[in-house]
């Protein structure tokens, strides 16, 4: 096949799957995916799992896995969502993303099976549902030796969840999507608590007390042994250095001392103490005693996790980062500054018109100089104006600007930032939603890098 008719084939393909009903409509059920899975012989039944939920730092944490899995020697899986740039980088292996070539293979092969649940089911099976299925026998046909598998959204009832995962991670709890999943710490925990199996390992990241809580009883009723952040692991010291930070890390098995994280903020230093002592509690189930520290170091510091306090660009520098609700947004709004000295900086802000708007807005008011509102490429995009006028409420009007496209937000932010500011001190951060810094990460870098 010629490179133009591959291309083409990978196009078709791409939009055949996106054809189909869109990850944001969720419908609770497993039956479909079970269908699907079952037609292929059950390949997700072929490779260990570390499945991982929360509702943020999901995929910082599991990329962090994936190298820790790596570094000791193991072929790795990475199942993440949603995407910055290319539906691929949500299917790795050893670290890289499928190839456009496998990514129509994968499809391809399951296609006619897909067809077959299709009938069998009163309702097609979704993007998300195929997507899955296709990174589970991509897995077991590569084959990896463990697959880190992030939920889509929830846990009991996604789609990911038909695998028993010898470690199940969960990462902080907060409140998002609430049009699918409770409006409760309690309710969510609950949820995402559906990962939890029977013999497993639960790695909790620090919670709220009322997620803890529920997170506790239902590993119990499960059988699952429990390690939390705070009590059997977790961050000892760290300090901002340049282009990341330095820590320290008490795991479950081990000390791990002079680590070099090149993330910014406090949230990463704890989504890097859940993925240690991940990998520890995975080590300990495969009967390997603990982990080389020198391994723990030099997978973390070969660790990056793109659209996350991301530097696209510099003079004047631009950050993209996905934070896409309040727990979130205060996380990215106390990495800044921490780790950067800004005399003057623009806020671009696009976010999906079901989020809480005023709760993401809240802790960029003490942070920004300016802010251009704007759309970004989803359909379920905010539109500026409405944007504008709770932006408004929350900087006054003097502060807030409006731009239709979230190309011309970041030339108008960066006239924003230099007009006033001094030479090499100034910054534009864009944020608001994964799809806004996946944008901005394309519009900067090029679809290619």
Not at 64 to 83: C, E, F, K, N, Q
Not at 337 to 354: H, K
């Amino acid at each position: 096949m010629s490179d133009d008719s591959a291309e083409r084939r990978y196009t078709e393909v791409t939009a055949e799957i996106l054809s189909r009903a869109p990850e944001s409509e969720i419908d609770p059920r497993l039956d479909r995916v079970r269908t699907l899975l079952d037609l292929l012989g059950d390949p997700h039944r072929t490779f260990r799992v570390i499945h991982v939920t929360g509702t943020n730092g999901k995929t910082s944490t599991a990329r962090m896995i994936d190298a820790l899995m790596r570094a000791r020697g193991l072929r790795v899986g990475r199942y993440t969502s949603p995407h910055l740039r290319t539906v691929r980088e949500r299917v790795v292996i050893d670290g890289e993303p499928i190839s456009e070539e496998r990514f129509v293979e994968a499809y391809d092969d399951i296609r006619p099976y897909v067809e077959m649940a299709d009938a069998m089911n009163d309702a097609p099976l979704s993007f998300f549902e195929i997507l899955t299925v296709m990174a589970y026998a991509v897995f077991a046909d590569a084959p990896v030796d463990v697959a880190v598998v992030e939920v889509g959204m929830g846990g009991r009832w996604d789609a990911t969840n038909v695998v028993d995962g010898d470690v199940a991670v969960v990462t902080p709890i907060g409140i998002d999507h609430t049009d699918y999943l409770p409006d409760t710490l309690e309710g969510i925990a609950d949820e995402k608590s559906g990962i939890i199996k029977p013999g497993s390992v639960a790695v909790l990241a620090q919670q709220p007390l009322p997620a803890a809580e529920t997170l506790l009883r239902n590993a119990a009723e499960v059988g699952a042994q429990v390690a939390r952040e705070g009590f059997e692991f977790g961050v000892t010291s760290r300090e901002v250095a340049v282009g990341g930070q330095q820590i320290a890390v008490k795991g479950l098995t081990g000390s791990y001392e002079n680590l070099f994280l090149p993330l910014f903020g406090e949230h990463q230093a704890g989504n890097a103490a859940v993925a240690v002592a991940a990998a520890e509690a995975f080590a300990s189930s495969d009967d390997a005693v603990g982990l080389d520290p020198a391994i723990v170091g030099e997978a973390l510091a070969g660790v990056d996790s793109p659209g996350r306090m991301e530097v696209v660009r510099t003079s004047p520098t631009i950050l993209a980062d996905a934070a896409h609700n309040p727990a979130g947004m205060i996380a990215t709004a106390a990495a800044v500054e921490e780790a950067f000295t800004f005399s003057r900086l623009v806020g671009v802000v696009a976010i999906m018109a079901d989020k809480d708007v005023e709760g993401i807005l809240d802790p960029l008011e003490p942070l920004l100089d300016e802010i251009v509102v704007t759309r970004n490429s989803s359909p379920r995009s905010l539109e500026p104006d409405r944007l504008a006028a709770v932006a408004q409420q929350i900087f006054g009007e003097d502060r807030v600007h409006v731009a239709p496209r979230l190309d011309d937000a970041i030339d108008q932010a960066v006239g924003l930032a230099e007009e006033n500011g001094e030479f090499g001190g100034t910054g534009v951060l864009v944020t608001g939603s994964v799809v806004t810094a996946g944008d901005a990460v394309h519009l900067l870098r090029g679809a290619g890098q």
